[in-house]
């Protein structure tokens, strides 16, 4: 085919490209694919697509699974080609499983198509809706308005609750009688009793050491307990983390800071490694964190050896937020002990013992100056 053919071919193909919405109407089977790939559940939002510029986010997106809730995000876009035609992308966005996400290209998605359904073989679906942006923008006052209201009501709680202790369940399911009230006290952890189990907290802050919000831990029994961050402000996440302050006294040395991902994992850590520790929380938040410290740190990744779908998420993120002269470990297992499909530093503590974590960590510890 000659250029002018071509040439006239796009035109042909630009000329019958469907309105955004219809469009996404028609390739509504590949979107929802590419949604359900993070936990999202397009199908349930078929009439209420956030605004075009905007982004849905936290209970407001629905799921496939409750592990998914208040960790995913679509963010919509209409997009404009300099001859007119409008085409729709959609992001989608999680931060489990170290930070998944999923795109949905109008415009690629009808470029492969096009002769396919100009030969009259375009499905016949139900057409969706995004919500007006005057909507959008009143649910986003409301959402903000939302979520201040629910940390300072978690606030008032922090001030009433009790210093997590050795003998609480929470110590005891996670670190046995190996957390003594010394190693306790150079971490601020509190928990507000409920009727039906109790909410650990654990305060969040951010580089600068101001005060960021609380992870909340809801805890009943015979349930899986169900972790969710409490932020006075949109994002104020990012970048923030649970510190363990150092225990080390006399030394005129400042020996690096240990980055971990979960409170269990850094709490594991300290019973071998006296210096500060700072729990991300969370995979995809390890390189914002280490971006707040000055000097070397040293990661203690998880290995996430057991999700193929995703990779080994917490060691590749440890590894891209590593900076000049840091270092990297993570946990060896026993082969005795791979049947419990072990992952962190915890899980080397129950299942090998304190002496196995010790001499692990104390190889990490035993490689910087005293």
């Known amino acids: 085919m000659s250029s002018s053919s071509h040439q006239l071919a796009s035109r042909r193909h630009y000329r019958a490209m469907p309105a955004p919405m219809e469009l996404l109407s028609m390739a509504w089977s590949e979107a929802s694919t590419a949604a359900n790939e993070v936990g999202i559940d397009l199908d349930a939002l078929r009439r209420a697509l956030p605004a075009p510029g905007t982004l849905m986010k ?3 997106v629905p799921v496939l699974d409750r592990k998914y809730r208040h ?8 997009n404009r080609l300099p001859g007119g035609y409008e085409w729709p992308f959609l992001r989608f966005t999680t931060f489990k499983h170290g930070g998944l996400q999923r795109d949905f290209n109008g415009l690629r998605w009808w470029r492969d198509i096009g002769a396919r359904l100009a030969g009259g073989l375009e499905p ?4 969706c809706s995004s919500e007006a942006p005057a909507r959008a923008a009143l649910r986003h006052r409301q959402e903000q308005a939302w ?3 629910r940390f300072q009501r978690w606030h008032q709680r922090w001030q009433l609750a009790e210093p997590l202790q050795g003998w609480h369940p929470w110590v005891k399911e996670r670190l046995g009688w190996h957390a003594d009230a010394t190693l306790l006290g150079h971490l601020d952890l509190r928990y507000w009793p409920r009727a039906d189990g109790y909410t650990l907290m654990a305060p969040l802050e951010n580089a600068l050491g101001n005060p960021a919000g609380y992870q909340l831990l809801h805890a009943t029994p015979g349930q899986p307990s169900v972790k969710r961050f409490c932020l006075p402000e949109e994002g104020a996440s990012a970048g923030s983390f649970v510190r363990l302050r150092s225990r080390e006294s006399g030394s005129l040395i400042k020996r690096p800071v240990a980055i971990c991902e979960g409170l269990a994992t850094g709490l594991s850590l300290a019973l071998a490694w006296p210096a500060e520790i700072r729990m991300a929380l969370t995979a995809g938040n390890l390189a914002r964190v280490r971006r707040g410290i000055v000097g070397p740190a040293v990661f203690f990744c998880d290995q996430d050896l057991w999700k193929p779908h995703v990779g080994n998420v917490g ?3 440890a590894l891209a937020a590593m900076q000049g002269g840091d270092m990297l470990h993570g946990p060896e297992f026993h082969p005795c002990s791979l049947a419990s499909r072990p992952t962190d530093y915890n899980d080397l503590l129950w299942l090998e013992g304190r002496d196995a974590l010790c001499e692990q960590v104390g190889r990490a510890w035993m490689l910087w100056p005293s």
Do not use: I, N
């Open 147 to 149: 979520r201040l209201k």
């Open 124 to 127: 016949s679906l139900s057409r």
């Open 315 to 317: 060691r590749d993120k």
């Open 71 to 78: 960790t995913c995000s679509v963010l919509f876009h209409v």
């Open 58 to 60: 936290g209970a407001q």
